[in-house]
């Protein structure tokens, strides 16, 4: 379960409160403040706050005086230029602060990004919950044969049911050590600190998160990937449909300039040349390696 009902019902209540303001809002952002969309089978991604909209990026690129939108197309084209020529500064005014709960594993990934700001929930203080990643049956993948860093198909029989028997039963196993260690019930009891050494990687954490929007763009770039391991995009795809309500023009250029484009090395601008003025390229009069040609025949399809 994602949240509790007592959760929810601080979520609905702070919901219910609101103050005038003339700071610029986005009502797209507005209808996902506070509320937890759920991700994996515990965990989920919430925005707690954020600053700015389209038009703050038009305000800053043009160092305007007022709210700056000359026209809401005028913006668009503005922001699509922006993002095509990696101006990228403008991007930065506006912000997001997450709450994510997330499997440790996860979160491992998810910290390579050092470009925000992070404050998790302290297990030194606080007692870890009973909550770990089980994978539905699907998601239960078997090591890929052509990508050493993927997953293939979905494990099958008595395999399938073997595996997901270990990893409930490994994670109930560990969590009941773990409570018994820490217990001051007839014992001293082991600090929380140490205790929880003994979780496995996907137990559930939790953080606030907090990040501008062009370092966002690049964590969604890089997670929302097909090459992104499946735990962590499922998160990178939530959020992306949180700023896509958030900053529709500028969620806009980044899927179609980032997500949906490619960038080509000097030697695929070549052979894409070539190819157009008729001229036959195999990977061998390419002079890209093996591994290369299949990603640019990816790319070009
Ligand atoms: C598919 C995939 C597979 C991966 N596999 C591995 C792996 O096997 N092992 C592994 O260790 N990591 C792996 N990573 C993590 C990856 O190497 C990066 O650490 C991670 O994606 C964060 O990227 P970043 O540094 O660009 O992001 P951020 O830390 O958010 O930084 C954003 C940008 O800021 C600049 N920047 C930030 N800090 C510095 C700095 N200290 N010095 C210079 N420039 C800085 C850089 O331009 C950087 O691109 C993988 C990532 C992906 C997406």
Redesign the pocket.
């Known amino acids: 379960m994602p949240l509790t009902p007592e959760h929810q019902a601080e979520i609905d209540e702070q919901r219910q409160q609101t103050t005038p303001t003339l700071r610029a809002t986005a009502p797209g952002m507005e209808k996902h403040l506070y509320t937890a969309q759920p991700v994996l089978d515990h965990g989920f991604v919430r925005v707690i706050d954020y600053m700015g909209d389209d038009a703050a990026i038009c305000q800053a690129a043009r160092v305007s005086y007022g709210r700056g939108t000359k026209s809401v197309q005028n913006d668009e084209g503005l922001i699509r230029y922006l993002m095509r020529h990696w101006h990228s500064t403008p991007f930065e005014m506006c912000e997001i602060k997450l709450h994510v709960k997330l499997p440790v594993f996860v979160a491992r990934?998810w910290i390579?990004?050092?470009?925000?700001n992070v404050n998790e929930y302290s297990a030194r203080y606080s007692i870890l919950d009973r909550e770990f990643y089980i994978p539905a049956p699907d998601d239960l993948a078997a090591q890929s044969v052509v990508n050493n860093?993927g997953r293939g198909e979905a494990l099958t029989g008595e395999e399938a049911e073997r595996v997901l028997r270990y990893l409930q039963q490994d994670a109930m196993r560990c969590y009941d050590h773990y409570e018994e260690m820490i217990s001051q019930e007839g014992q001293q009891g082991l600090a929380r600190e140490l205790a929880r050494m003994n979780l496995p990687a996907n137990v559930y954490t939790q953080w606030y998160w907090k990040v501008d929007l062009h370092?966002l763009f690049?964590?969604l770039r890089?997670?929302a990937?097909a090459?992104?391991q499946y735990e962590i995009r499922v998160y990178a795809e939530a959020i992306c449909a949180m700023v896509k309500d958030w900053v529709p023009a500028a969620y806009g250029a980044f899927e179609d300039y980032r997500l949906g484009g490619a960038t080509l090395s000097g030697r695929a601008l070549e052979c894409i040349r070539k190819m157009l003025a008729g001229e036959e390229v195999t990977q061998e009069t390419s002079g890209m390696s093996k591994g290369e040609w299949r990603e640019f025949q990816g790319v070009i399809g």
């Open positions: 990934q390579r990004h050092r470009t925000a860093q370092n690049h964590f890089l997670r990937d090459h992104a």
